[in-house]
């Protein structure tokens, strides 16, 4: 059974960065591709970026383009997503998910709890 713990999250102000963490366990998490998703509230989660087993390929959602970045180190069974010039907009709890380079997140089979990331004005 693959788990996924998020870590990294925070109040940061608009402008600012932070790095988020999904350290994984069980299984063979190093073949799987790898997603990170976002939900604020009062809204529907949504995909962030993904990326493949390798690292060789990402994809990002169009809103965060430009501004993160998700990596991933297998030797450490962990994922990254790095995030600068962060907006209020980007205000929500954040998820790591295994399996799929999917943008829907009903096609992922692992999902950690999430972690918070606040981002004030």
């Known amino acids: 059974q693959v788990q996924l713990v998020e870590s990294g999250g925070g109040l940061v102000q608009a402008g600012g960065s932070l790095r988020l963490s999904c350290a994984a366990s069980g299984g063979t998490v190093s073949s799987y591709n790898m997603g990170w998703f976002r939900q604020a509230p009062g809204k529907e989660r949504e995909f962030v970026a993904a990326?493949?087993?390798?690292?060789?390929?990402?994809y990002y959602a169009d809103s965060v383009k430009g501004r993160f970045t998700i990596s991933r180190d297998n030797a450490k069974n962990t994922v990254y997503l790095q995030m600068n010039s962060l907006k209020p907009d980007d205000t929500a709890v954040y998820y790591c998910a295994a399996s799929s380079w999917a943008t829907t997140s009903s096609l992922y089979d692992y999902w950690g709890l999430g972690t918070q990331v606040t981002v004030s004005s």
């Open positions: 990326i493949t087993w390798s690292g060789g390929n990402t």
